[in-house]
């Protein structure tokens, strides 16, 4: 069964990496691949009751992330209907592209670490695809937002899930954790934009802005501050009630979703347009929210099975290394979400044999929160990226990937030098 498992998820996985070759769409790739997973698992002998409870348990949690995807992609699309984005465009003035470079792979670090890596990732290639025209510029910026999204998560509790994770497990604490991987995901960030700065030249072809006289300045001015205090609100929900975000996320949507409602209330259908949510909840990709449900019902599906437990205690079992055991963990995690490899190495390792703010703990917050940059699938901001961009397997690997490596590799190696002058 075991066999037969990796072989769909492989060739699962092959077929979505090939995407535009065989000319079938990831998201019914995705979709197969979770199916068979699951099929195979109930029809190989196991407990057919079992199988159905782990499926259920994990579709909740999955659910989650998509229910939250679905929210912050309804509010970046209500800003941007009402022109909310260009409160930001304006004021970025510079169409060099290294000085762009910069200034978005920047504001992306800072505004992760406030929001989360997907939320970050939502909104900052939204605002790129208002700053540049040419599309295989628009890509580079896409997949460079991916790199800093997840920089930017890692050293924030509330940056990245797998970060969240370990916190809430009591395995780091929140002011520990943004001191000890502050400086590691800078180095991560900024040692592929300094090479790439000496690469990027020219200037960027800004799009034609679409006069817009329906939306008054106080209106846009409202959506704007609305949408984004909303998107900020999400984590303090969380911390303070201890629901999911999605639960946040969800509420927000509700709010914005009257705020429109009563801004537009003297207008009729027609004069509300594009400027109402069930438009918004109409131009969601929905591909892209069934190729994640695909993807992460595949790898509930390994969790569930105990293959990726097997896998993390192989790891323990020959590399007998802590630093590089958590290094390669984050590479996986550009192949197999990082989620349940958090989980797996929560189950493995006790805090009587790696006390709150151990070493381990704190690096494997680091991996596993910048290691899945290496592919575009390897994280939750890069599915977001590939959805709203249209961005192919193979162009991020060519393109992005050894930047993504370099920097990861590089961050690493900070966090083991920072680690061994402190102690």
């Known amino acids: 069964m075991v066999g037969v498992l990796i072989l769909v998820f492989v060739l699962g996985y092959l077929a979505i990496t090939l995407e535009h070759t065989i000319k079938v769409d990831k998201a019914a790739t995705a979709l197969i691949t979770g199916v068979l997973c699951w099929t195979v698992y109930i029809v190989s002998g196991a407990d057919a009751h079992e199988v159905v409870h782990q499926l259920e348990g994990h579709l909740g949690e999955i659910s989650g992330i998509l229910f939250f995807l679905l929210g912050a992609m309804v509010i970046v699309e209500l800003i941007d209907a009402h022109d909310g984005f260009e409160l930001l465009t304006d004021r970025i003035k510079t169409t060099d592209k290294r000085k762009l470079l910069w200034l978005v792979s920047f504001i992306t670090f800072f505004l992760s670490a406030l929001l989360d890596n997907l939320t970050t990732t939502i909104v900052m290639v939204s605002l790129v695809r208002k700053l540049i025209e040419d599309r295989e510029d628009r890509l580079f910026f896409a997949g460079l937002i991916v790199v800093s999204a997840n920089a930017g998560g890692a050293w924030s509790p509330l940056g990245d899930v797998t970060t969240t994770m370990l916190w809430i497990g009591g395995q780091v604490t929140a002011l520990n954790i943004v001191l000890m991987l502050f400086v590691p995901s800078l180095i991560c960030l900024l040692a592929p934009v300094l090479l790439l700065s000496t690469r990027v030249r020219g200037q960027v072809q800004a799009p034609e802005k679409e006069n817009n006289t329906l939306t008054s300045i106080s209106e846009r001015n409202l959506v704007f501050a609305s949408g984004l205090g909303a998107l900020l609100f999400v984590p303090i929900f969380k911390t303070y009630t201890?629901?999911?975000?999605?639960?946040?996320?969800?509420?927000?949507?509700?709010?914005?979703?009257?705020?429109?409602?009563?801004?537009?209330?003297?207008?009729?259908?027609?004069?509300?347009?594009?400027?109402?949510?069930?438009?918004?909840?109409?131009?969601?990709?929905?591909?892209?929210?069934?190729?994640?449900?695909?993807?992460?019902?595949?790898?509930?599906?390994?969790?569930?099975?105990?293959?990726?437990?097997?896998?993390?205690?192989?790891?323990?079992?020959?590399?007998?290394?802590?630093?590089?055991?958590?290094?390669?963990?984050?590479?996986?995690?550009?192949?197999?979400?990082?989620?349940?490899?958090?989980?797996?190495?929560?189950?493995?390792?006790?805090?009587?044999?790696?006390?709150?703010?151990?070493?381990?703990?704190?690096?494997?917050?680091?991996?596993?929160?910048?290691?899945?940059?290496?592919?575009?699938?390897?994280?939750?901001?890069?599915?977001?990226?590939?959805?709203?961009?249209?961005?192919?397997?193979?162009?991020?690997?060519?393109?992005?990937?050894?930047?993504?490596?370099?920097?990861?590799?590089?961050?690493?190696?900070?966090?083991?030098?920072?680690?061994?002058?402190?102690?």
């Open 242 to 423: 201890h629901l999911p975000p999605f639960m946040g996320m969800l509420l927000c949507v509700g709010i914005l979703w009257i705020i429109t409602e009563i801004l537009h209330s003297e207008k009729d259908q027609a004069e509300k347009g594009t400027r109402s949510v069930l438009h918004a909840l109409r131009k969601i990709d929905t591909p892209s929210i069934l190729f994640f449900l695909g993807i992460l019902m595949a790898v509930a599906a390994l969790q569930s099975t105990g293959i990726l437990t097997v896998l993390a205690a192989w790891l323990e079992q020959i590399v007998g290394n802590l630093t590089v055991t958590a290094i390669l963990i984050g590479f996986l995690s550009a192949v197999v979400d990082n989620v349940p490899l958090v989980a797996a190495a929560q189950g493995m390792y006790s805090l009587e044999q790696y006390p709150v703010d151990h070493y381990f703990w704190e690096f494997l917050a680091y991996c596993t929160g910048t290691g899945g940059s290496a592919l575009i699938i390897g994280s939750a901001a890069g599915v977001a990226a590939m959805g709203i961009e249209n961005i192919r397997f193979g162009w991020y690997l060519r393109r992005i990937s050894i930047w993504a490596v370099f920097g990861y590799l590089a961050g690493a190696g900070a966090y083991i030098v920072q680690y061994a002058l402190i102690h």
